[in-house]
């Protein structure tokens, strides 16, 4: 068959979330040694490895129909694509990632405008020179490599502009935020010439989609009981849903069947209650996509 979509998966750090999060969608992607082609369990798609903060780059100029990076680099380089969905996922955490600016625990940088004439270090180096020129202040920008929070202790820089979801590591390297610069999560986008193409489309949207299915799932499990007729108002009342339980009722019994949708978070409080309420038997199962 032949291939329809060019597909790009962020190397690196996401990359094992990106596969994760494609195998809970329908796909399985087998990355084997250096190759940057893995291997896709669809006929239609191309895989290709590509760094997060090129993918905007070579979905822009059409190497890539679509590909998977954060909005902070697509803003970094202004890239002139199409954001098909928001995804929010990440190695660490299922919330959004935040680009900060960071001092010494013993510096006297307080706000923005002390950093007039202080040198920043950061990866993210376009976008800091158009953050701080924007606001008018003068400030000398250096391209980091990587240990970002390291070049303030070693006196390279007077503060830095870095990514983070926890602060566990601004905050053990003795560092303090004194600004969020921005907020960035995952992308899905496409190349604009191939969101044009009928056939590259759909399956972009296909591929969104799923995408999704899985990310709202992984919030959410499936939790199934047994409840006597007279407990059933009791226990009805206290299940949270999308739509509201499915109730059935057991062959030659005064029993029902009681089935429903909560989210992760609520199942441990929430199957004490059941029991003390009458339900037994209680099931609680993973989901793998929800649309």
């Keep these: 068959m032949e291939k329809i979509l060019k597909l790009g998966i962020p190397k690196g750090s996401l990359q094992n979330a990106t596969i994760n999060l494609f195998k809970?969608?329908?796909?399985?992607?087998?990355?084997?040694?250096?190759?940057?082609?893995?291997?896709?369990?669809?006929?239609?798609?191309?895989?290709?490895?590509?760094?997060?903060?090129?993918?905007?780059?070579?979905?822009?100029?059409?190497?890539?129909?679509?590909?998977?990076?954060?909005?902070?680099?697509?803003?970094?380089?202004?890239?002139?694509?199409?954001?098909?969905?928001?995804?929010?996922?990440?190695?660490?955490?299922?919330?959004?990632?935040?680009?900060?600016?960071?001092?010494?625990?013993?510096?006297?940088?307080?706000?923005?405008?002390?950093?007039?004439?202080?040198?920043?270090?950061?990866?993210?180096?376009?976008?800091?020179?158009?953050?701080?020129?924007?606001?008018?202040?003068?400030?000398n920008v250096k391209f980091s490599w990587g240990a970002t929070e390291a070049k303030i202790v070693s006196g390279l820089a007077d503060a830095i502009v870095e990514i983070t979801e926890t602060e566990s590591t601004i905050r053990a390297h003795n560092l303090r935020v004194i600004h969020e610069v921005m907020e960035t999560n995952t992308q899905l986008i496409a190349n604009k010439k191939a969101w044009e193409d009928p056939v590259k489309r759909e399956k972009i949207e296909q591929i969104a989609m799923l995408l999704q299915a899985a990310l709202v799932a992984d919030k959410l499990v499936g939790i199934k009981m047994n409840v006597p007729g007279d407990k059933l108002p009791a226990v009805v009342e206290l299940l949270p849903s999308l739509n509201g339980p499915t109730v059935a009722s057991l062959y030659q019994s005064d029993w029902f069947s009681v089935e429903t949708i909560v989210e992760n978070s609520l199942v441990r409080d929430l199957i004490p209650k059941l029991l003390k309420e009458g339900a037994e038997g209680i099931i609680e199962y993973a989901l793998n996509k929800v649309i």
Excluded at 46 to 72: F, H, K, P, Y
Excluded at 104 to 128: H, M, R, Y
């Design 24 to 139: 809970r969608s329908g796909w399985k992607i087998n990355v084997e040694g250096r190759s940057y082609f893995p291997d896709i369990n669809d006929e239609t798609i191309e895989c290709a490895l590509c760094r997060a903060q090129e993918m905007s780059i070579n979905v822009e100029s059409g190497v890539i129909d679509a590909g998977l990076t954060g909005l902070d680099w697509v803003a970094e380089h202004e890239s002139d694509v199409h954001v098909v969905s928001d995804l929010i996922y990440s190695k660490v955490s299922a919330r959004p990632a935040r680009w900060i600016i960071a001092v010494a625990n013993d510096s006297p940088i307080k706000k923005l405008e002390d950093l007039e004439g202080k040198t920043i270090s950061t990866e993210l180096v376009k976008f800091t020179k158009r953050f701080f020129k924007d606001r008018g202040i003068n400030v």
